[in-house]
Every structure is written in structure tokens, then in C-alpha cells.
């Protein structure tokens, strides 16, 4: 059981370039999520997903693409990064409902030059 | 919308000793759910404890306990005991107690304590 599972750890990209940042699980959890932790500002949702082919924006979905196509599997999408997207990106998943834990993966560290 | 407010950037508390950290919420929901989470200098996020809004009774885990009181949206995380384990960002969090909510947490700018010798 490995929990939320992110990849890369770390990433730099070009202004412009466009990436996917993976996330997955295998604790057949329903929602999963996407932050971005910033200095200062704590977390902020920027996508999340009640289940497979359902998504809906958060606090900052702006630049960001989401699908939910399994119900392992929540890739996040920069579709043509911008120095403002430089953060430390979490993606978080749970069972929904009472039992209200969510579990983080490790974060992915990415630099937009 | 909700949000949720950590006063203090920064605190500092020797081993063994006791240190509380500050969180205050705005809300106008009635069900919610609170939640600490510690962040340690791995990146890992880590559920410390929680608490349920329709619950009276403080939540404690071990050497960690809150003292939550709703009419004044306060919810301080009280660490007994400190180990310099417990060195890390401190995260206050509020949730809504409804379907398709569980996936929208809203954080504070956390606190970051350093546990000292």
C-alpha cells in the first residue's frame, strides 16, 4: 500500500512549457485534490475531484487542467507555465463523508524560469 | 467562504516544556471539521489531530490536545511535553461537513515552531 504517490519530486521548466504533474492512489479513496503551498500563504486548492470523470476548481484553478478519468489516477496539467506557477504542488485524497482524512503525497517542486 | 487565520509566524519552546499555537476561523457554517497538521522539513504533510464542530469535547492525541470553542471560532493546538521531533510548520485547517466538500480544505498561513535544547 503506497498511499498518494506524486511524480516528479522536483521539476524546472521554461516559461511557456507545458507538463503534467502525476498523482495516484491506491486506497481506492473518491476525492482527491490538488494544492499549491507557496511561502507564507499556507495551502490553496486550485482542482478537486468527488469521483471519477467529475472535477470542479477551488481557490486558484486558473492555468491549471484537471481530468479524473480512473479512480486511482488525478494528473495535474500546466498547459504553458509562467513564473507565477513556481510552487510546491500537493495532491491529497480521501474517502469523503464522516471519515474526513486526507492523505498527502509528497509534493512535487517545480521552478518556472 | 471561509477563512482561517494564524496570528503567530513563528514560536519557539524548549524540550519537555509547553507551547500552544493559535488558530482563529470565520465561518457561517455550523458543521465543519478543524484540523492541525504538521509539516515537518521532509515536505510531508501529516494529520496531527482533529476535531469535529458538533463535538463539545476537546480532541487529544497523545501530547497533543485542542481547545476548541466555537461561539469565539478558536481552535489552539496545545503540544505537552515538546521533543525536538516536533520541530516543523504547524497548519490550522477547516473543512465543511458536507458531500462533495471532502475534498476542499482551506488553510491558515501556518506557524513554525522550533523545539530548542
Known amino acids: 500500500n503506497a498511499g498518494v504517490t506524486q511524480t516528479p519530486k522536483f521539476q524546472v521548466l521554461k516559461t511557456g512549457q507545458s507538463m503534467t504533474l502525476q498523482c495516484a492512489q491506491d486506497?481506492?479513496?473518491?476525492?482527491m485534490s490538488w494544492y499549491r503551498q507557496d511561502p507564507g500563504m499556507g495551502l490553496r486548492l486550485i482542482h478537486y475531484s468527488v469521483g471519477a470523470g467529475i472535477t470542479d476548481q477551488g481557490e486558484v484553478p486558473n492555468g491549471y487542467n484537471v481530468s479524473r478519468s480512473t479512480t486511482e489516477d488525478f494528473p495535474l496539467r500546466l498547459l504553458s507555465a509562467a513564473p507565477s506557477q513556481t510552487s510546491v504542488y500537493f495532491c491529497a485524497s480521501s474517502w469523503g463523508g464522516r471519515d474526513s482524512e486526507q492523505f498527502f503525497g509528497p509534493g512535487t517542486r517545480l521552478t518556472v524560469l | 467562504a471561509q477563512t482561517v487565520t494564524q496570528s503567530q509566524p513563528e514560536m519557539s519552546v524548549q524540550e519537555a516544556e509547553t507551547v500552544t499555537l493559535s488558530c482563529t476561523y470565520d465561518t457561517s457554517e455550523n458543521n465543519y471539521y478543524l484540523f492541525w497538521y504538521k509539516q515537518p522539513p521532509s515536505r510531508q504533510m501529516i494529520l496531527v489531530i482533529r476535531?469535529?464542530?458538533?463535538?463539545?469535547q476537546n480532541a487529544t492525541e497523545n501530547r497533543f490536545s485542542v481547545n476548541f470553542q466555537k461561539a469565539a471560532k478558536s481552535f489552539s493546538l496545545k503540544i505537552s511535553d515538546s521533543q525536538l521531533g516536533d520541530t516543523a510548520m504547524y497548519f490550522c485547517a477547516f473543512m465543511k461537513q458536507n458531500t462533495g466538500t471532502a475534498s476542499k480544505l482551506t488553510f491558515g498561513t501556518g506557524t513554525r515552531l522550533q523545539v530548542t535544547l
Open positions: 486506497m481506492n479513496h473518491e476525492y
Open positions: 476535531q469535529e464542530a458538533y463535538k463539545q
